[in-house]
C-alpha cells in the first residue's frame, strides 16, 4: 500500500520545473527569498485556531533547506515539514511519507480547500505516484519544501503545481 519512501522523490522535479520554464521562453525569474513574516501577521481571515498553529510553525522554517529525508533545519523534505508543522501546531503526529499523509486525512476537492488542509502532487504531469506535499495557507497559496529553494511560499497555480496537482486532504 504506501512506501516507506520519505517526501519528495530527487531532485527531478526542480530539473523538471526549470525546463517547463525554459520551453515557454524562459520567462522564469528566480523569486526573491521571501522575508520571514512574523508568525500570525499575514495569516488570512477566518483561520481557525489549530490550522494558524499549523501554518505559523510551518513559516518559522521559511527559507530551510531542502535535504532528503530530513527533518530539522539543518534540512527538510516535504513531509518533514508537513510532520513537524501538525505535530508542534496541533498536536497531531502525521505518518512520514507523503504518500501515507495522503491516505490519512479524509480527502477534499480542490475548491473545498481551507488554511491548515494538506495539497499532494505527483511526479508526472496528469499522473504518476504522489511525491509532494504541501500545506494551504489561504490565498491560492501552499507552504511546502522544494528540492531547488527549500521551504519557500508559492501560489497554487503555477504552472508547475498546477499540472502535477493530485488531491487534497484535511486533517484538522
Known amino acids: 500500500m504506501a512506501s516507506a519512501l520519505a517526501g519528495c522523490h530527487s531532485s527531478r522535479n526542480a530539473v523538471e520545473y526549470d525546463s517547463i520554464y525554459a520551453e515557454r521562453g524562459g520567462n522564469r525569474q528566480k523569486p ?15 483561520v481557525s485556531g489549530t490550522a494558524a498553529g499549523v501554518i505559523d510553525a510551518a513559516r518559522d522554517w521559511l527559507g530551510a533547506p531542502y535535504v532528503y529525508g530530513g527533518n530539522s533545519r539543518r534540512g527538510t523534505d516535504c513531509s518533514g515539514l508537513t510532520c513537524m508543522a501538525y505535530e508542534k ?8 511519507s507523503s504518500r501515507e499523509q495522503a491516505e490519512y486525512g479524509s ?8 488554511p491548515g488542509d494538506l495539497v499532494f502532487f505527483t511526479n508526472k504531469r496528469g499522473g504518476g505516484r504522489i511525491n509532494h506535499v504541501a500545506i494551504y495557507i489561504g490565498d491560492n497559496k501552499i507552504i511546502h519544501a522544494t528540492t531547488s529553494q527549500g521551504v519557500v511560499v508559492t501560489d497554487l497555480d503555477d504552472y508547475y503545481w498546477r499540472s502535477h496537482y493530485f488531491c487534497s486532504g484535511r486533517v484538522l
Open 32 to 46: 526573491d527569498k521571501p522575508a520571514r513574516p512574523r508568525p500570525g501577521t499575514d495569516r488570512p481571515q477566518n
Open 89 to 96: 501546531g496541533a498536536g497531531i503526529k502525521l505518518p512520514r
Open 107 to 114: 480527502r477534499i476537492s480542490r475548491d473545498e480547500l481551507r
